[in-house]
C-alpha cells in the first residue's frame, strides 16, 4: 500500500506556471504507476498524466500535450506535474494517483491523494 500527499496548488493567472509534487510513502513506491488527475464540480475525474515505474512509458491527455510534463523521482518516493501556459479550463482540484497494473493512461487509479486546488484566473 502507499500513502500520497499533494502539494503545490493555488492561484496563478492565465499564462502563468505550477508545479505540483506528490510525496508518497512506502518502501514499494518504484513498483507503482503513478498519475494525475483532476476533477472540477459536476464533472467526473479526468486523467491528466501518466508515468510508468521506471520514468517511461509517459500519457497526456490531449489539453496538456506541450504545456504539462510529469516526471518522477523514485529515490525521493516524489512525481511531479510541471504545469505551464494555464488556462482557467485548467482550473480544478488535482490529484496524485498510483496503481499496479500495466495501463497508464486510465482513470483506474487504485491510491488517492487528498487533492490539491488548482485556480487560474483570467
Known amino acids: 500500500q502507499v500513502q500520497l500527499v499533494e502539494s503545490g496548488g493555488g492561484l496563478v493567472q492565465a499564462g502563468g506556471s505550477l508545479r505540483l509534487s506528490c510525496a508518497a510513502s512506502?518502501?514499494?513506491?518504484?513498483?507503482?504507476?503513478m498519475g494525475w488527475l483532476r476533477q472540477t464540480p459536476g464533472k467526473e475525474r479526468e486523467f491528466v498524466a501518466g508515468i510508468g515505474r521506471s520514468g517511461g512509458d509517459i500519457s497526456y491527455t490531449d489539453s496538456v500535450k506541450g504545456r504539462f510534463t510529469i516526471s518522477r523521482d523514485n529515490a525521493k518516493n516524489t512525481v511531479y506535474l510541471q504545469m505551464n501556459s494555464l488556462t482557467p479550463e485548467d482550473t480544478a482540484v488535482y490529484y496524485c494517483?498510483?496503481?499496479?497494473?500495466?495501463?497508464?493512461?486510465?482513470?483506474?487509479?487504485?491510491?488517492w491523494g487528498q487533492g490539491t486546488q488548482v485556480t487560474v484566473s483570467s
Open positions: 494517483a498510483a496503481k499496479t497494473g500495466v495501463t497508464v493512461t486510465t482513470t483506474r487509479y487504485e491510491y
Open positions: 512506502g518502501r514499494t513506491y518504484s513498483t507503482y504507476i
